[in-house]
């Protein structure tokens, strides 16, 4: 696994203080601004992990994005970019359908290191060699303004399912 994640910085604008347990047990306290950042237009974000969700590569506009310098991710878990609003379930459909060896596509809500968040329309494929899975590779792409509506929507009622 990677090294644990540092609890987010506190920005300098008015924030929700919000703590996060992840399905490996770690837990850290996040920020969030409630500060949407437009995807970058012509962009794609890209970042491959190991098989525990670990970063081992990051291109420049997911540093760019992000608000994270390169040495702050790598050997990290990719779920540092995990936003409150994301549901587990999207998280665990995304996991299961990549351990299945297959292509898995939705749109994700990503938090910034500042505490801004971003929003992606993500696939997600198995790296394989010589037969095995060694890892994931994320390529990320702006979504329809519609699609984000809706996914905020469906993401809301998930978090009331989780919670209820």
């Not at 962009?43 to 040495?71: C, M, P, Q, W």
């Not at 009622?157 to 209820?164: F, I, Y």
Request: net charge neutral; aromatic share 10%; glycine share 8%.
């Amino acid at each position: 696994m990677g090294s644990p994640l540092p609890d987010a910085m506190k920005p300098e604008m008015p924030a929700e203080q919000v703590s996060m347990t992840y399905h490996d047990g770690t837990s850290r306290t996040v920020y969030d601004t409630g500060i949407e950042r437009p995807y970058p237009d012509g962009k794609l974000i890209v970042s491959r992990t190991d098989l525990n969700g670990v970063l081992t590569h990051v291109n420049d506009a997911f540093v760019e994005i992000s608000g994270y310098d390169v040495d702050e991710l790598i050997g990290k878990q990719h779920y540092i970019l995990r936003h409150p609003d994301m549901p587990k379930a999207a998280y665990k459909d995304l996991w299961a359908t990549a351990a299945a060896g297959q292509k898995w596509h939705g749109y994700v809500k990503n938090l910034c290191k500042d505490g801004s968040h971003y929003w992606v329309y993500a696939t997600v494929v198995p790296n394989v060699r010589r037969g095995e899975t060694v890892g994931y590779t994320s390529v990320r792409r702006k979504p329809s303004r519609s699609k984000i509506d809706a996914a905020i929507a469906q993401y809301a009622q998930m978090k009331k399912d989780e919670e209820a």
